[in-house]
Structures are given as C-alpha cells and as structure tokens.
C-alpha cells in the first residue's frame, strides 16, 4: 500500500510539474507583452509616432515573445486631446489565443491585453 500510495504521490508531483511547465510560459509572455503595451502607450502619448509605428513596436515585441499574433489583431487608437494642444492619449488593444498542447486535454488560452494612456496636460 505504501509504494502505491508513493507512485501516485511522485506521479501527482510530476503532472504538476508538467502542467506548470506547460502552462506558465504563455501567462508571462503575456505579462511581458501587456508591458510593452503600457510603454507603448505612455511614449506614443508624447511623439508625434504614427499609430503604425506603434503597431509595429508592439507586433515586434510580440514577434520577440513568440507570441502568436498579426499586425491586425494590433489595434491602436489615438483618442483626441480635450485641450485642444497636444496629441493626446493612445489606446492599444491586442486580442489573441494561444494553444497548448496537454496530452489528452488541449487547452486554448485566450488573452486580450491592452491599455489606455491620457496624457497630463
């Protein structure tokens, strides 16, 4: 009974190794991702960079990530200034799956990072 109870006590602790291994990478991708998103944001906020560029910042961070997206899935959005001066805030929006294999159950893991940045003045 003890070597039964062993087995399924290490099987348990490897399958749960397994599943972090698995499971983990993807979530800080993300983390990753929705960063540079904030900087993004905040930068583009004060220049005068197109929301094109912004996009293809945020599509090459996601490139970097393995992060599996398309310039498309980027939408950025520069929201007028209530001041009249300025070029105001940015809004960036990125909306994508991700697909993990675990044997017998596959999993999609959908994220949708994103911000909106006002500018202070």
């Known amino acids: 009974m003890k070597t039964i109870k062993l087995f399924l006590g290490i ?3 490897a399958a749960a190794v397994y599943l972090c291994a698995a499971l983990i990478p993807p979530f800080f991708a993300n983390y990753q991702l929705e960063d540079a998103i904030e900087t993004a944001a905040r930068m583009g ?3 005068t960079r197109t929301d094109e560029d912004i996009r293809a910042e ?3 961070k ?3 990530l393995e992060i599996p997206i398309t310039k498309e899935q980027i939408k950025v959005q520069r929201a007028s200034s209530q001041t009249g001066q300025g070029y105001g805030g940015v809004v960036i929006a990125v909306d994508y799956t991700v697909h993990v294999n675990i044997p017998g159950y596959p999993v999609d893991l959908h994220f949708t990072p994103g911000t909106k940045n006002k500018p202070i003045y």
């Open 58 to 60: 945020v599509f090459k």
């Open 45 to 47: 906020s004060y220049s």
């Open 11 to 13: 099987f348990a602790i």
């Open 62 to 64: 996601a490139q970097d």
